[in-house]
């Protein structure tokens, strides 16, 4: 599971959404925007190096962009006050510039064009008489220079030889973050060094918009068309993932937090664990009438997976929507007037979202707090407001194996007399898991009847945006609702 470390990337993220809004809600954006830079990275700040100083505030420069929503191979070239005159139109969702396809996305600017997929000798090397990495390569690439090993990459073939015969552990492959944890090998690197991504591979699980230590990759937000909303008191429904326990304070409750939401200016606000109880009796009745390989359909990124790398079980998907559009589809139809807004901490939302026309925003968790804190709201100290009905079973779905297990408790309520025999459950818990699940099968070692596939290492709870360690939202998760 994802160990969840704060860093400076995450800092520098929130700080720029929470400027960013309090700027529009105080009415001074079009002031602050071309000084947002210096005000996140001021002159005062750590910096001994005044090249890196400016380096950062370019970092900046270009993450105000993504913060605005807007299409970056559009705007790349132009400066924060060249965008001024487009802000209005911007801000309420009317501008040409605005994002509509791409959701993860590369600062090439940016990119540390890291080093990677070699083997390097460290400092560790003690030019030992053994000289096992000399002796075992197969190229004759290993040599002794200067009083420690040395590869000539001329003649290296990458084998890994030569770190595995090393006693002190001093040779090492250096792997570039972004592109060890792609699956699909959507990240490729262009001949100046710098990253892309295919978007022909990529299904938008977010690994590499969380691996990157430079914050090259991004994501367009919608944070402040939805504020915008908000300030002028548009008729807005606000929906939130199960994922959102502990989220926001390990003393903030989900009553609370749905208290905050509606003093942000929501007009209603719904659990998705609502529309998650819905299609865990939709799929166990699917499941119940088919007796076939069922794969869930409540992670997009899943789902994208399975339609790129695995196309001949994309006939076993569920037909069933996720929860989140499940339940926008449902709450649409009772408020028509009304504009719809997730809360969670999924990239590949925003995709489906925009796939399936509904709901009309999506927030994260970090762009969420960020409005809280501008607006001067802190949950913890609101008073609890009930939450809709929803079985734990559908809470669960927050983390890897639940979606299964709430399936699977469905299809014992409705099956009675039509289950003969024992599920065979299979819960991926990441896309490495994923795959591994589907080679199984396909070589006959594995038989399965529901196949719940997560993207993210743990479920949503280690989803991308998220704001708390994982493991505090799943011991929460488990106290709250099966205890």
Avoid at 80 to 99: A, K, Q, V
């Amino acid at each position: 599971m994802r160990k969840l470390v704060l860093n400076n990337i995450m800092k520098i993220r929130r700080k720029l959404y929470l400027e960013l809004v309090r700027s529009y809600k105080n009415g001074k954006l079009k002031e602050v925007l071309p000084r947002l830079p210096k005000m996140i990275i001021p002159d005062n700040d750590h910096f001994s190096d005044k090249i890196r100083k400016f380096y950062e505030r370019e970092i900046v420069k270009e993450k105000i962009k993504f913060a605005l929503g807007l299409d970056y191979s559009k705007v790349k070239d132009m400066e924060l006050y060249e965008i001024l005159p487009f802000l209005e139109d911007i801000i309420r969702g009317e501008s040409e510039l605005l994002e509509k396809e791409k959701f993860v996305e590369v600062i090439r600017e940016v990119c540390s064009e890291c080093p990677g997929g070699k083997y390097y000798v460290t400092d560790l090397c003690r030019n030992c008489v053994a000289h096992s990495c000399v002796n075992v390569c197969p190229k004759n690439a290993i040599s002794i220079v200067n009083n420690r090993a040395n590869i000539d990459y001329g003649k290296c073939i990458n084998c890994g030889l030569c770190a595995a015969a090393c006693p002190y552990y001093a040779i090492i492959k250096l792997e570039r973050p972004c592109e060890s944890v792609c699956f699909s090998k959507a990240i490729l690197f262009s001949e100046e060094g710098h990253m892309e991504i295919v978007k022909e591979r990529c299904y938008l699980c977010g690994a590499c918009y969380v691996a990157c230590p430079f914050g090259a990759i991004e994501t367009p937000s919608q944070i402040m068309q939805v504020v915008h909303k908000l300030l002028n008191k548009e008729k807005l429904i606000a929906i939130y993932a199960p994922s959102a326990i502990t989220q926001f304070g390990s003393k903030v409750s989900l009553q609370q937090f749905r208290k905050a939401l509606k003093n942000l200016g929501f007009s209603f606000v719904f659990e998705v664990a609502v529309g998650a109880d819905m299609v865990a009796e939709a799929e166990a009745e699917h499941f119940l009438n088919t007796k076939q390989l069922m794969l869930t359909s409540c992670c997009p990124a899943f789902v994208y997976f399975v339609e790129k790398k695995f196309p001949d079980f994309l006939e076993n998907v569920s037909p069933i929507s996720s929860p989140m559009v499940a339940l926008a589809q449902k709450l649409r139809k009772e408020f028509p007037d009304y504009k719809i807004v997730f809360i969670g901490p999924c990239i590949a939302k925003k995709k489906e979202a925009e796939d399936n026309n509904i709901p009309d925003y999506v927030l994260t968790f970090e762009e969420t707090v960020a409005i809280f804190a501008a607006f001067g709201i802190e949950p913890m100290l609101l008073e609890e407001e009930n939450l809709e009905e929803a079985t734990p079973y559908a809470w669960k779905f927050a983390a890897s194996g639940g979606v299964a297990g709430a399936v699977e408790y469905y299809i014992k309520k409705l099956s009675k007399e039509r289950l003969k025999q024992d599920l065979n459950l299979f819960s991926a818990s990441g896309i490495e898991e994923c795959i591994k699940g589907f080679k199984e099968m396909k070589s006959g070692k594995l038989t399965i009847d529901i196949f719940e596939g997560m993207a993210c290492d743990g479920g949503c709870i280690a989803g991308p945006c998220i704001l708390v360690d994982p493991r505090i939202s799943l011991s929460k998760l488990k106290k709250v609702f099966f205890t």
